[in-house]
């Protein structure tokens, strides 16, 4: 069972334009979720995360909105970069626990 | 370079063959995570060591899969006996000691690419 969705397999966005990246969940109980960025050829880089005590994070361009009634958290970058394209992981870490829960992946291109 | 090394980056071999990945972890990093991903899919968690323990496996991780930490500096992860379904990217991280959380902010190798034949 997937734990951690990413319904988009992709996503295009023009330069200067936000981006939406969606992620749904189904446990509960993940207490911490993490976005990663992936290029290829390369192992993913950590983007940005929040504690499922908080609603929002920022960190520069990328925001991180998590609704816990939803079970559904967002990445919004603004403005969008070319060198934004790649594909991004929506993960979640369980209470106590090591493991970290990974979403398929969303590939964004971003067009200049 | 500091980061997570790995390696090889491919291997190739054939069915039934016993193949042997190497992962360095970054310097001051006692937490050291092993993933699989295969085409179109996320990493799936293979297995957890902090220093030299291991502390969690996956039930991905069948008893042809054995992955070791010595010394709590590098792992090795052996797969005995491939099969064709063994085909995938295996991915290395590691982090450093946190307050109390684990698995935050990780830091990903390029992988190993392992393909079955």
């Known amino acids: 069972d997937q734990q951690v969705k990413q319904n988009s397999p992709s996503l295009s966005v023009q330069e200067g334009r936000i981006s939406i990246l969606n992620c749904d969940y189904t446990n509960s109980m993940f207490d911490y979720f993490l976005w990663y960025k992936k290029y290829p050829a390369e192992g993913p880089t950590f983007l940005i995360s929040i504690s499922s005590i908080k609603d929002k994070n920022e960190d520069g361009r990328f925001t991180v909105f998590l609704n816990k009634s939803a079970k559904h958290l967002s990445l919004h970058i603004v403005p969008s970069q070319p060198g934004d394209s790649a594909v991004y992981f929506c993960a979640a870490i369980g209470t106590g626990g090591f493991k970290t829960i990974f979403g398929a992946g969303t590939r964004l291109f971003v067009k200049a | 370079d500091t980061g997570v090394s790995q390696d090889p980056r491919h291997k190739i071999t054939k069915r039934g063959q016993n193949v042997t990945f190497r992962c360095d972890p970054i310097?001051?990093?006692?937490?050291l995570y092993w993933y699989r991903q295969t085409l179109g899919q996320g990493p799936e968690f293979l297995t957890y060591?902090?220093?030299?323990?291991?502390?969690?496996k996956s039930r991905l991780l069948s008893d042809r899969f054995s992955a070791e930490r010595p010394k709590g500096s590098f792992s090795t992860l052996e797969i005995q006996r491939t099969e064709q379904g063994d085909s995938a990217m295996y991915l290395c991280a590691s982090s450093p000691r946190t307050s109390g959380r684990a698995g935050e902010t990780q830091y990903f190798g390029p992988g190993t690419r392992l393909l079955v034949l």
């Open positions: 310097s001051e990093h006692n937490r």
């Open positions: 060591f902090q220093n030299e323990a291991q502390l969690e």
